[in-house]
Each structure stands twice: as C-alpha cells, then as structure tokens.
C-alpha cells in the first residue's frame, strides 16, 4: 500500500535554497511512510495468520471487459500459436497392434486393407517380484548365496519406483504425504518412513554428480549469473545461491548470504586461504587499516586448509575487530580462489547485491530501472519526470540490445553519450535525481557490455531458475534435516541443468537408478555444450 502526499507543484523559478531542502525533506519521509506502511499490511496479515482470523481474500480481476478491438477478424480466422498440424503420430513407438473387424459386410464386397486409428495409454500397476536365491553350501560348511541384481541390491523398491518417487518429489512438487497417499492407492506397501529414506538417504551417487557441475559450469564459462532466496532449515532463517547461466544451474543452501559464504562457495566444496599478491590487493581495496595488513604480510604462514586454521591464526595476530576479520577473512578466500585457477575474467551478473560485487562483475538492467519505478511522485510534475527518465533509460536498453547484434564504434560512443546525458539531468525530484546518481557510480558495471557483447543485459535468467526453488518452499515448506537440504539442492541442479541440457529429467533418473549410465556424466555433457 502506497500513501501519497498532496504537495503542490512550485516552479523552480519560485524554489529557494530553503525551499528545495525542505522538499527533499518531505520527498525522504514519503520514502520513509511508504516503506512503513507496507510492513505494517505484512504484520497485520501475519497477525491474523497467527489468530487464524480469515485474511484479505485476493479476487483476481475479471478478463470480461477487458478490450476486444484487437481481436482478429472472424471472417478470416488464423491458427492459435503452436496449433501447426503435424503428424502426431509420427514419433510414436507403437507397442501393441489390434485388429478390429468389420461387422455386417455385405456380400460382394472388398478388403482395402486398414485405417489406423492411434491410441496413447499409461499403464500403472504394481508389479511385486520376489527373487530366489540359489543357496549352495559348500564342501566347507559355509553358504554361498546368488548375487541380486546391481540395480535391486540394497532396496526392496525397484529402480523404476524409485525414480517414480524422485520424479514426483522433485519434478512435480507433490508433497511427501501426498506421494504416500498416491503410492498407496496404487497398492505399493510403504510407510512413511521407508518414503522418506528413499527420498532422502544413499544419495551419494547424486550428490557427487551435482558437485561436479560447478567446476564444469565455470570452467565452461564466460559469465554466470548469481542470486538468492530465503531458505529456512531447523526452524531458522538460511538462505540458498544459485549459480548459473545457459548451460547449467548449481544451487546451495547455507545459514548466510555474505560475501564471504559466496566466496567459499566459489571454491566448490574446500574451505581454503591462502595469503599472496592477490589476497593484500583485496585487502587494499576495501581498505584494510596498515596495522592488521602489516601483521598479515609478515606471517610465515601462507596456507590455511580448514576455517578452524585461519580463525586461530587471526586470533593469534591480535586481529579481532569484525570488521577487519571479515575483510581477511575474504581476502584470504579470493587469494586462495584465484591460486586455484579460478578464471579471472569471468563476469558475475547480478541484481548489485553486495555480496556477488566481487572479480567481473556486471549488473542487470531491469533491476536497475526497479529504482526509478519505486518511487512514488508527490505531484504531477514527479510523475512527468519518472516518466521522461524512464523513456531514456529503455531507449539506451535498446541500443544496448542492437550494440549486442551489430558492435559499432558509433553506436558504443552513442550509448556512452546517451547515458551520461541521462544521469546529468537534474529533475524537480530530488530521489530520483539520488538514483540517476547512483546509475552514473554503476555505469561501468552497467555498460560493460559495451566491451563483451556476449555478455547479457539482465538476470532473469538466475530469476527464472531460482524460481524453481522458491515454488518447493511454498509447497512442501522449510527443511528439516541436513539430507533433506542437501537433497532439494542436489535435484533441483540436477534436474534444471538436464532441461538447460536437453535431457529428458525421467529419462535421467531411470538410467541412474537402474544403474545403466548409458547417459553420461552432467558435468561432461556440460563441457560439450560448451564446446559445440
């Protein structure tokens, strides 16, 4: 709920000093009454939520009146979008023929052979087997017992129901409850429980597929994009980052969001520092006093391989104000990154949270324009200045996407030109004139695309991906065990980056369950549409 002031317009013939001031003044207080009241409408339904009193229903609006006019003429009707005819049938595998006979043919007539007639059909039933195992006793006494199957050894569910249960856990969001439901009515013998250990215990295999995706993904990279989202585990607040681009996606749950768990991330799986050029040019330019830098270069120590390592050896240089820990601390961890051969110049597109500023880094337009769209106008001159800015910046997003197609010296010193023009403009808005300033301060990370056109403009990629994630939460809730977190990370990469990479998602799962890898590795599958 947004609350906007009746401040009338002063031309700004008429704006003293005194007068802009006091408008600014109002212009933050309005920001300020916006932003309390919408957490006040958030209390007040979780408050309700909590008394269990019936909330604000949300009726959507009628499609009835919306404008016709563009409709198409009925007299000359076109095809719906994807309605092309093809042949249906084409692909199909036909696994059964039936042949239906004619009745009542009278005398006289003649065979012309048949008119298929294709019908699809899904066959669900429980199939229990029970194995024999040949049991010899030896001339020694002992027993020798037949092998099972490696795809049944170990579970008495087998691979196809095993695979069924990932496919409708994690694909289909159909909750744990739910899935049992489901099983039992097709006449599976389950509890609860073994359910739950199929969903979430020796996963080993998968995890360590999903490990390897990142180094792959990276390597294969040129750019990735990056975000996260709230993800609470034991009750308490965690969040989880996801890390990908056209060719994969890695996601991963923790209990922090700062720079420094990105940068652990980034070493995918080692908690490693490491003390050298790389760490104290850091260190320099996020200002590290002299005095803990100084302490740092004259160690002899130059690796540490565990947290637990590095954390004593700050305790033991006497550096002990957080912040100055926190900037080792990271410090430390792109030192390390980098002497691992970490790409350096691969750019990280995100929406400018603090904790992806890191290396390369390249920022999204669309969120970007967020700032401006924000604001609430306090009269109609606001409004027609939001607007105008508005119209400047799609029209330097859409030389950027022409730059992209085509590179040209005048275009680039065209968009150069537009947009410091844009950010000069000095509105009767005093907020937006804050955030055109801020766009100027971003204008490198805005426009780096300028100098790697392959680079994207935004990062609705890492939004549509995540987006994955945020669904489960609503549906099945917060986590509440450590396999039950690291199983939703693992199959939610596994299963966006086989769609990224073409993989039909159930043909994967039967192939892993039943042990048959006819489908290779993910990460090499990567490398290959990387290299293709």
């Known amino acids: 709920m947004k609350i906007r002031i009746g401040i009338p317009s002063i031309p700004l013939m008429d704006q003293t000093p005194t007068v802009r001031l006091l408008l600014s003044i109002l212009e933050q207080q309005q920001e300020i009454i916006n932003q309390q009241a919408a957490e006040i409408e ?126 409708q856990y994690h694909h289909q969001h159909v909750t744990q409850p739910l899935l049992w439901e489901q099983l039992r009515d097709y006449g599976v013998d389950i509890s609860t429980g073994e359910l739950n250990n199929l969903l979430t215990e020796n996963k080993e295999a998968f995890h360590q597929e999903k490990i390897d995706i990142l180094p792959a993904g990276l390597a294969a990279s040129s750019y990735i994009h990056v975000d996260d989202t709230g993800a609470r585990h034991k009750g308490k607040n965690g969040y989880c980052t996801h890390i990908g681009n056209e060719l994969f996606a890695w996601f991963e749950s923790t209990g922090s969001k700062s720079r420094i768990n990105f940068l652990e991330l980034l070493q995918m799986g080692s908690q490693e520092y490491a003390l050298n050029a790389d760490t104290f040019d850091y260190m320099k330019r996020h200002k590290l006093p002299s005095i803990p830098l100084d302490l740092l270069k004259q160690t002899g120590v130059k690796e540490f391989i565990t947290t637990d390592a590095w954390e004593k050896h700050l305790d033991f240089l006497e550096i002990k104000t957080p912040r100055h820990r926190q900037i080792a601390t990271e410090g430390a961890l792109v030192g390390s990154i980098l002497a691992k051969g970490f790409f350096v110049d691969l750019t990280i597109m995100s929406d400018d949270a603090g904790q992806f500023n890191i290396f390369q880094h390249i920022l999204c337009w669309i969120h970007a324009e967020r700032k401006i769209n924000e604001l609430v106008p306090l009269h109609d001159a606001h409004a027609k200045d939001i607007e105008y800015i508005r119209s400047l910046f799609w029209a330097i997003y859409s030389l950027l996407k022409e730059y992209k197609l085509a590179p040209s010296e005048m275009l680039k010193a065209e968009i150069n030109k537009k947009f410091d023009a844009m950010c000069a403009t000095e509105t009767s808005y005093q907020l937006l004139n804050n955030v055109l300033k801020r766009l100027s301060k971003n204008k490198t990370e805005l426009l780096l695309v300028l100098t790697h056109p392959y680079l994207p403009l935004h990062n609705n990629l890492s939004e549509g991906d995540i987006r994955e994630y945020v669904k489960k939460r609503k549906i099945s809730g917060s986590t509440r065990s450590d396999n039950g977190r690291r199983c939703r990370d693992t199959f ?23 042990k048959k890898f006819n489908i290779p590795q993910i990460s090499s599958l990567i490398n290959l549409a990387a290299i293709t």
Request: net charge positive; aromatic share 8%; proline share 5%.
């Open 42 to 167: 958030i209390l007040k339904e979780e408050i309700k939520r909590l008394k269990k009193h019936k909330g604000k229903p949300r009726i959507k609006p009628s499609q009835m009146n919306k404008d016709k006019s563009n409709n198409q003429d009925s007299s000359n009707p076109k095809k719906r979008a994807g309605s092309e005819k093809r042949n249906k049938n084409a692909e199909l595998t036909i696994h059964e023929e039936k042949i239906i006979p004619a009745k009542n043919i009278p005398d006289g007539s003649r065979f012309k052979g048949y008119q298929n007639y294709v019908v699809q059909e899904l066959v669900i039933h429980v199939k229990n087997t029970c194995y024999r195992l040949e049991r010899w006793q030896l001339p020694n006494g002992s027993y020798h017992v037949a092998t099972l199957p490696i795809d049944i050894a170990g579970y008495h569910f087998g691979p196809t129901l095993r695979s069924f249960i990932d496919y």
């Open 492 to 514: 939610a990469s596994l299963k966006k980056t086989c769609r990224k990479l073409k993989i039909n998602f159930w043909d994967y799962l039967l192939d892993r369950h039943a």
